[in-house]
């Protein structure tokens, strides 16, 4: 089992800036992968960024490329989406999730486990 929390939202202006964190916590050492997913009111979830644990190697969005950054601290088992001049369309519930099988990060059927979820609201 691989416990997430999320922390870091909030309400931000169009424009502005912030970070998102998730502790993980449990059997950690199987994860290959962890990313970050939103969800919007009446929406599906969908990827926004990925990261692979070891490598670092790194996935996102069209729509969040050149604006949010996903890095990780592996000795604080923490993953990080620092977020950019930010837009009322990334108005979302932001959920990290961790992936211990490998596959396509894109796809969110190949998490395993999820993290309760933080709300980030721009306003414009």
């Known amino acids: 089992q691989v416990q997430l929390v999320e922390s870091g939202g909030g309400l931000v202006q169009a424009g502005g800036s912030l970070r998102l964190s998730c502790a993980a916590s449990?059997?950690?050492?199987?994860?290959?992968?962890m990313g970050w997913f939103r969800q919007a009111p009446g929406k599906e979830r969908e990827f926004v960024a990925t990261?692979?644990?070891?490598?670092?190697?790194?996935y996102y969005t069209n729509s969040v490329k050149g604006r949010f950054t996903i890095s990780r601290d592996n000795a604080k088992n923490t993953l990080y989406l620092h977020m950019n001049s930010l837009k009322p369309e990334d108005t979302a519930v932001y959920y990290c999730?961790?992936?211990?099988?490998?596959?396509?990060?894109?796809?969110?059927?190949?998490?395993?486990?999820w993290g309760q979820g933080t709300q980030v609201t721009v306003s414009s």
């Open positions: 999730a961790a992936d211990t099988r490998g596959g396509n990060y894109y796809n969110k059927n190949n998490y395993d486990y």
């Open positions: 449990g059997r950690t050492f199987s994860t290959r992968a």
């Open positions: 990261i692979t644990w070891s490598a670092g190697n790194t």
